[in-house]
Each structure stands twice: as C-alpha cells, then as structure tokens.
C-alpha cells in the first residue's frame, strides 16, 4: 500500500509538467513575443539570478545542493513538489529550463538533481524556507538581506504568473468555453 501511495503523488506532478509542456507547445511562441510577458519573464529572471548569486556569496547554493543530492533534504522532502502548478512550470520552459521527466534523486522531489534543483523559478517554500543548518551559519544581518532578495524573486515571480493566467484566460474561446490546452 505504502509503494501506491508513493507513486501517487509522481504522477501527479508528471501530469503537471505535461499540462505545461502542451500549453508550452500551444502558446509558447506568443507568450515570448508578448511584450508585457516577456518584460515580466525577464524581470523575474533577474530576480532569480540576483538571489543565485547571493546564495552563491553567502555559501547557501553549495550547501543546498549537498543537503538536496545526499538525503531528502530540509526542504527538498518528497512531495514537496505538489506546490508546483501548470503555470509555475510553464514559467520554466519559458525560461529555457525543461523539468525533468524523470526522478533523478530517490526518496527526494522530483526536481532535485545530483547538483540540487533543476529549476529556475521555484515556488515559494524551495526558495524562501532556510533551515536550521542555514540559520546556523549565516549571520542574522546575513538572512535578513537574503530574505529581503527572495522576496523581491517571489513578488517578481507572483507578477509573473498572474500575468501569464491572465493572459491565457483572453485565450479563451469567443463562445465562453475554457481554452482545452489550459
């Protein structure tokens, strides 16, 4: 019974990643090309690098990626990617960052990989949860600029995706009825 209920949530989250790869294949093209879409994608790609490379800075990324690759990791726990919706992989691909079809990393999520997370726009708790490992290490004036970054990543990323449900509700059908891609 505990295997079912294993398999249960990867192939939730395989279900997911195929909704946003055929809303992917359907309106990727005009999603880039979208001029509002596109400066929100960049702005929030920004704000994703801004945070890496603070991590990088401040010795998170290293220690992640360890915790994530050895074990189920503080946030990186299986299950954890049933956070992840349609939109926030659709946000992915149209990033260039394919999720994977595969679990690469046992008894981890799904989108951990030998070297931590295979995405670049994460959901909140992957990006915002520091552990008490992390907390341990890094100065209180050292999270608090941190959190203050990743912050600004999620307000960039909220923007993001509210822009991108709004802009797939216009492609509804004229008669009223839901878009069948989305």
């Not at 009223?176 to 891609?181: E, F, K, R, S, T």
């Amino acid at each position: 019974m505990q295997s079912m209920q294993q398999s249960i949530p990867q192939t939730r989250i395989f279900d997911t990643i195929s909704k946003a790869r055929l809303i992917f294949e359907k309106h990727g093209n005009r999603l880039l090309t979208d001029h509002d879409i596109s400066r929100l994608l960049k702005k929030y790609r920004d704000a994703i690098g801004r945070t890496a490379e603070l991590m990088r800075q401040m010795g998170v990324h290293r220690q992640c990626s360890r915790c994530a690759s050895e074990g189920p990791g503080g946030c990186c726990f299986p299950g954890i990617e049933e956070g992840y919706d349609h939109i926030l992989l659709l946000i992915n691909l149209l990033m260039g960052c394919s999720p994977p079809d595969v679990q690469e990393v046992a008894g981890s999520c799904t989108f951990v990989g030998p070297h931590g997370c295979k995405l670049l726009a994460r959901y909140y708790y992957c990006v915002h949860f520091l552990c008490p490992g992390l907390h341990d290490v890094l100065e209180p004036l050292s999270v608090k600029i941190l959190l203050r970054t990743v912050g600004e990543e999620l307000q960039a990323g909220w923007e993001t995706e509210r822009a991108i449900h709004a802009w797939l509700k216009r492609q509804e059908r004229p008669d009223g009825g839901d878009c069948p891609a989305w």
